[in-house]
Structures are given as C-alpha cells and as structure tokens.
C-alpha cells in the first residue's frame, strides 16, 4: 500500500514569502503529525492532527500553522518565511487515537531552503 | 535535561562486527519505544516498534527497553555496509507526541 506522501519534495523561497507543504497519509491512518528537522535540532515536533482537530501543539511561533481535511489530508503553512526556518519538514501517520498502536510512519519530506 | 538523550557519535565499526546504539529518557510516563533508520536526504523509516520493558527481535535487529533505569538500546548484528545511516530512537506515552532523541551516526565500513 502506498506511503505516506509529501509534496512538494523541495522548495526555494524568499524572506517574507509565506509556504504551504502539503501531507497524503497512508489510507486509514487518520492521526498526522508534523516535525521539523534540522542539523543542530534534530526532529522538533510542530503539531498533530486527528480527525480534523488539532491533538498536540509543539513549542514554535505562531508562523507555523496547520489544518487537516476530512480526507485526513494534512497541510501546514509557514508564513514570513525567516532563513532560520530552512530545514527538512517531514510528515508522519499513525492509527493513533483510533486504536493502541502508535506506530507512525514517515514521508520523505519537504526540504525548504529560505533565501 | 532534554526529554530523550542520544550520542551523536558518529560511530564508526568494520562490517560484521555488533554496533549497541543507546538512548535514555526522562519522563517514566513513556510507554512506546521506537527505532527509525534515515539515510541520507531521505524520512526516517520505522525499523522497531516496542510496548514498555523487554526485548524485541527482528532479523539482525534487537531492541531492548529498561524502563527501571529509563534506557533504550538497539543492537545490529553481522552489521552490514548498507547499514550506514542515522539512528534514530523515540518514545511517546499515551497523549503525547513523539520525542525524538538527536540521533547517532553509523557508518559500517566493509
């Protein structure tokens, strides 16, 4: 079965600018969690998501926002983009909150480099 | 203190030897414990999966969860050159997040 699916897989933007880094999960997976990846911080996680509502918020600014649809499609924007923000943005799904396996499973992520 | 700590090595082994990879954690509440693997430029791939304290294996891989001391290990046997990549453990309890510790760095050399 497909996994999950991250586009796009790399972006180039300006200062300023504002992004918006989309999440396909695996089919029947409705929990979506969003982490950010970077040398010196290893993964931080942003937020996660289950059936629409958002379940946990991580410690970022309110620049960073995200929304899932009833598909369990999950987006996160960026907004005034800063050059602190360029990192790899992955996206993981889970069963979590429907059942007890809390398994989470990865895309291959968004690489944002902010310029 | 940071929720889960990792050495980031890097580690470095000839092929075949047993590479221990090691994590401790704070918060006694975590129950799940998680192994990824990442290559480079690519997401972190799920390699074990375990439910509080015990041993756990899977071919060349062994996970073992001490939930009295709060340590977290992961042993590769016969390592193998495609092993290189970063390892990765987390952990999670009930309603929180997954926390991820920084990772270490592995490379087999044959």
């Known amino acids: 079965k497909a996994g999950v699916t991250q586009t796009p897989r790399y972006l180039i933007k300006t200062r300023g600018q504002q992004v918006t880094l989309s999440c396909s999960p695996i089919?029947?997976?409705?929990?979506v969690s969003w982490y950010q990846q970077t040398p010196g911080q290893g993964l931080q996680f942003l937020f996660e998501?289950?059936?629409?509502?958002?379940?946990n918020k991580g410690n970022f600014p309110g620049r960073f926002s995200g929304r899932q649809f009833s598909n369990s499609r999950s987006e996160m924007n960026v907004s005034t983009l800063e050059l602190g923000d360029s990192a790899l943005y992955l996206c993981?799904?889970?069963?979590?909150?429907?059942?007890?396996?809390?398994?989470?499973?990865f895309g291959q992520g968004t690489r944002l480099t902010v310029v | 203190q940071k929720e889960v700590e990792q050495d980031p090595g890097p580690l470095s082994v000839p092929e075949g030897a047993i590479v221990s990879l090691n994590c401790t954690y704070s918060?006694?509440?975590?129950?799940?414990f998680m192994w990824y693997r990442q290559y480079s430029r690519k997401g972190p791939e799920l390699l074990m999966y375990?439910?509080?304290?015990g041993n756990k294996e899977d071919g060349r891989f062994t996970a073992q969860v001490d939930k009295s001391s709060k340590y977290i290990s992961l042993f590769i046997r016969d390592s193998q050159p495609s092993d290189s990549a970063t390892y990765l453990c987390?952990?999670?309890?009930?309603?929180?997040?997954?926390?991820f510790g920084k990772g270490t760095r592995l490379s087999v050399i044959a």
């Open positions: 987390a952990t999670l309890s009930g309603n929180t997040p997954l926390v």
């Open positions: 998501y289950f059936s629409e509502t958002q379940r």
């Open positions: 993981a799904s889970s069963l979590r909150w429907d059942t007890m396996n809390t398994e989470a499973f």
């Open positions: 918060n006694s509440a975590f129950q799940y």
């Open positions: 375990t439910y509080s304290s």
């Open positions: 089919s029947g997976h409705r929990s």
